[in-house]
Structure formats: C-alpha cells, structure tokens
C-alpha cells in the first residue's frame, strides 16, 4: 500500500479536518485527524490492517491502546494471523482490575499499535504498562505521527516507531 493510497482513503472518509481544534495535550491546531471516522470506516481500517500486517512477523504479539488502537488491533490480529492484547490507560475498579487485557506471557515480543502519535504520552505509559507486566516492546506501529515530538519521546524509550503516515505527508497538497 503507498502512502497516498492511505491519505487519499482518510480525506474521502473526512477524517482530516481543519478549522481550530484542541488536543489532549492541552495545545491547539489547524488541522485534526478524527481517529474515530478511519477507525470505523471500513476501507481505512482494512488499508490501515493491511499495511501493519504486512510490517509485523509471523510469530508477533500485538498490542492496542485503549481506546483508540483497539480496533486497530483486532483488525491487524485477523489480517496478519497473529494474537493481541489491549493496553487500558488505567486499571479497572471491578473484575479483574488487569491493565493489561487478553493472554500475555512473561518475556512476550509486543508490537505495540497506536493510532495518532503527538506527544506519545498515551504510546510510551502504555509501553511502560505492558512492561510492568512482562512484555518486551521494541516496536510501536501508528497510523499517523503529528511530527510534535512523538517520535522522540517514543524512541526515548527505546522503541522504534514507524509511522504510515506524517503530518508532513497528509497536509502536503492542501490547498
């Protein structure tokens, strides 16, 4: 899958906006990429599913950020064969109380999927969770990194992040 292929699926699903939007991080900006419009529209989420399946190995684990990478996950788990786990941002007050959901073995490659990357805050704790629980993470997969730091948070904490999309690329031929 190319890049404009993907870029191109996220504008006709009207996932990029533009106008004055405030992000979680507390900033503003020009432009927001609505990660519930691609994550429900079925054409993104297989073009998202199919370019992480295809950059995941055979004998990967993986692993999606609730809430956000949850779909992501399940949908790249049936595209690619390979099971996943979902990374809560806060333990749960009843049930199991896990911060971890799903099968996870002590020392377990995770390849951790995430949808849009700005500071990396969200990524990078649910690293730390899924280490705290035994995980090894080397690797983080996001649909799209914001170029706002993410990336250098991210790999502050020793893990490689590809990203199917930047910022740079989605907004190059706006008009």
């Given at each position: 899958m190319t890049n404009q292929k993907l870029i191109d699926a996220l504008r006709e699903a009207?996932?990029?906006?533009?106008?004055?939007?405030?992000?979680?991080?507390?900033?503003?900006?020009?432009?927001y990429v609505?990660?519930?419009?691609?994550?429900?529209?079925?054409?993104?989420?297989?073009?998202?599913?199919?370019?992480?399946?295809?950059?995941?190995?055979?004998?990967?684990?993986?692993?999606?950020?609730?809430?956000?990478?949850?779909?992501?996950?399940?949908?790249?788990?049936?595209?690619?064969?390979?099971?996943?786990?979902?990374?809560?941002?806060?333990?749960k007050e009843y049930g199991t109380g896990n911060l971890i959901e799903g099968r996870l073995e002590e020392g377990e490659e995770v390849v951790v999927l995430e949808d849009i990357v700005t500071t990396g805050t969200s990524l990078v704790e649910a690293i730390e969770a899924l280490r705290e629980a035994g995980a090894t993470v080397d690797r983080a997969l996001v649909v799209v990194d914001r170029e706002e730091g993410g990336r250098?948070?991210?790999?502050?904490?020793?893990v490689e992040m590809d990203a199917l999309v930047t910022a740079s690329e989605l907004l190059a031929d706006r008009e």
């Open positions: 009207e996932a990029v906006q533009f106008g004055e939007f405030e992000l979680v991080h507390g900033g503003t900006s020009e432009y609505d990660k519930y419009l691609f994550e429900t529209d079925p054409r993104c989420l297989e073009l998202v599913a199919e370019a992480f399946a295809e950059r995941v190995d055979d004998d990967a684990k993986l692993a999606g950020v609730a809430l956000g990478a949850v779909p992501l996950a399940a949908a790249t788990s049936v595209a690619a064969g390979v099971p996943y786990v979902i990374a809560r941002k806060q333990r250098e948070n991210v790999e502050d904490a020793d």
